[in-house]
């Protein structure tokens, strides 16, 4: 074997334990923001054995119940947020948790109380979510999704949104 056959054979090997470190990352925060571009919260997506932890921290909201899904978009242009577009579907389900079809894999199974002193939290693990981008439900799919809060709780079964109301706050998932 001449140097040049070795020398590819060592990068191919080398790009080979690379790559799958690359490609697979193991957790993200998404910095939500509300229309005036203030600092409305966190969502971390940490890949675990089971699917995907999902931390949400919500702050400087108004009090009451918040529906939070992943919406299929990777853009979060104020005051709206409707470029954001729907829920993340590859499935094509129907929304909701209370569906007999199955949910949106942007569905999360419960709204985030908001308390008096303007802040909320949820964790629970997502099991139809994934981390590695080259899963269709990898939440990096097609160049990003975004993560939206809305003004009202989600009913869990009315299609598409869950009767959540507007769009009160958005954070950018990036492609990976």
Known sequence: MNFG???AAVATAMTLAVAPAVAQKKSVK???KDPQGKDAGTVTFKQ???GVKVEVKLENLPIGDHAVHVH???KCEA????TAGGHFNPTTKH???MSTDGHHDGDFPESVTVGENHRGEKTFVADYLSLDPSAPNSIFANGGTSVVVHEKKDDQMTDPAGA???RIACGVVPAA
Do not use: C, W
């Not at 005051?79 to 409707?82: G, L």
């Open 5 to 7: 056959m070795r020398l």
């Open 30 to 32: 998404v910095i939500l």
């Open 48 to 50: 675990v054995k089971k």
């Open 72 to 74: 299929a978009v990777g």
């Open 79 to 82: 005051p709206d947020f409707k």
């Open 95 to 97: 929304h909701g948790f």
């Open 164 to 166: 959540s109301g507007n």
